[in-house]
């Protein structure tokens, strides 16, 4: 059978197979999901657990005689058998099918695996653990979905945390789950209270940066460019992440279009009034499109997906929020658009 991160949960609650495969390239989920086989075996009398690293062929051997060695005590145990690629190739599917054939009531077998392509799903042992016991793919959790995960994870946690720190996580975390997953347990010890806002997930990334980067959007949405471009030569200089950066950019660019189309910012906002009073004044020939294009560029850039410097991208930015030429040369930090 063929299970999900999701559904793992309630089927170990209600059973447990003789053989298990997890596979995926992300090592956080994958490595729940072995916690928890491994938890629900131990519940089930697995007391013993055995651990083999598969490099070379000649590593089946051992294999292959921990399977046909008794425990000393007779006791019920977990074979765990973690592939360095995808392919076991003849002598690891030979081992495994004889393990999978022998139907040891005694023996769990876990595997572990990079992510598996379409060849080597089709492997007569993966086909055997899908048919006589349970295959878990493991997936990335896209960016679309990225914020929902962490609000899950906020819940199990015990945290409550805004949409606009769930962003901030998002941004800084994208591609790693297991980066995400340390940054929520640190703000566990941050936010006690179980609140947290985006200057508390600041908080846990660098307290010397954390007003600085509050400041940065501040400047730019009152169109204090020379001030603004400064702090941004400043950051980064100072080694602030990028994505910070623009994160506090972005979010100034979003709040003065939300505010434009609104008519006004709404009392939430008293914090950074005065500096949205200034933005609106400049909001109806703002280029509101190319800037949202410029913060899509800065993105790209710090992703890899684009060549180019995200920081001038972002002192661009900066420059036309401030509705300024585009031609920069402040700071050193950014060329003419």
């Not at 075996?41 to 292959?64: C, L, N, Q, S």
């Not at 975390?173 to 179980?194: D, F, R, Y």
């Not at 906002?269 to 609106?280: F, I, P, Y």
Request: hydrophobic share 50%.
């Amino acid at each position: 059978m063929k299970l999900t991160s999701d559904s793992l949960a309630a089927h170990l609650a209600q059973r447990l197979l003789p053989a298990y495969l997890i596979s995926g390239d992300e090592p956080l989920l994958a490595g729940e999901a072995a916690d928890a086989v491994r938890a629900r075996a131990r519940a089930a009398g697995f007391g013993e657990r055995e651990v083999h690293f598969i490099e070379r062929a000649g590593d089946w051997d051992d294999v292959r005689a921990s399977a046909a060695n008794l425990s000393l005590f007779g006791a019920r145990r977990v074979l765990e058998v973690r592939l360095g690629s995808g392919r076991a190739g003849a002598a690891g599917n030979a081992a495994l099918m004889r393990l999978l054939e022998a139907r040891d009531p005694d023996l769990l077998l876990l595997v572990l695996a990079p992510r598996l392509d379409r060849e080597a799903q089709g492997a007569e042992w993966v086909r055997a653990i899908e048919s006589g016991g349970a295959w878990l793919q493991v997936w990335p959790v896209d960016p679309q979905r990225l914020a929902g995960w962490l609000r899950g994870r906020c819940r199990r946690l015990g945290l409550e945390a805004s949409d606009e720190a769930l962003e901030l996580l998002a941004a800084r975390t994208e591609g790693n789950l297991l980066a995400a997953h340390q940054e929520l347990s640190k703000l566990v010890w941050l936010a006690p209270a179980g609140g947290v806002d985006a200057g508390t997930v600041l908080a846990s990334v660098a307290d010397s940066a954390r007003f600085d980067v509050f400041q940065l959007g501040e400047a730019a949405l009152a169109g204090e460019t020379a001030r603004a471009l400064r702090m941004l030569a400043g950051l980064r200089a100072e080694g602030t992440e990028a994505t910070l950066t623009l994160w506090a950019l972005a979010r100034a660019l979003r709040d003065l279009w939300s505010a434009h189309t609104a008519g006004g910012a709404p009392p939430s906002w008293q914090r950074r009034s005065a500096a949205l009073a200034k933005g609106l004044q400049r909001a109806p020939r703002l280029p509101f499109a190319r800037l949202a294009a410029r913060a899509v560029r800065a993105d790209r850039m710090i992703k890899g997906r684009l060549t180019g410097d995200a920081w001038e991208e972002m002192a661009l930015l900066a420059t036309e929020l401030g509705a300024q030429p585009v031609m920069v040369r402040e700071a050193g930090l950014a060329r003419a658009s």
